[in-house]
């Protein structure tokens, strides 16, 4: 079962993680307005809840991390 609110669309979008002065560079891999799976080289020191940038897009999105595995992380939109 599914348990997401909406359709992830396939995407290939540069992003950043932004937190307490911080911020990783990621790939964002999917997005939905809910919430998106972001790609990044290292999962150390990101906590559960930051800010996605989507500089492109002019976005400042807070969210908080869903599911982590390897080198990608789910969040949802809060």
């Given amino acids: 079962m599914n348990a997401r609110r909406d359709i992830r669309h396939r995407v290939l979008k540069v992003g950043t993680i932004e937190f307490g002065g911080g911020a990783i560079d990621c ?23 930051f800010t996605l940038v989507m500089p492109a897009e002019g976005l400042h999105m807070p969210c908080h991390v869903a599911w982590r595995r390897a080198y990608r992380l789910g969040v949802a939109f809060d």
């Fill in 27 to 49: 790939t964002i891999r999917n997005l939905s307005p809910s919430g998106a799976a972001l790609q990044v080289e290292n999962q150390t020191g990101i906590p559960d809840q």
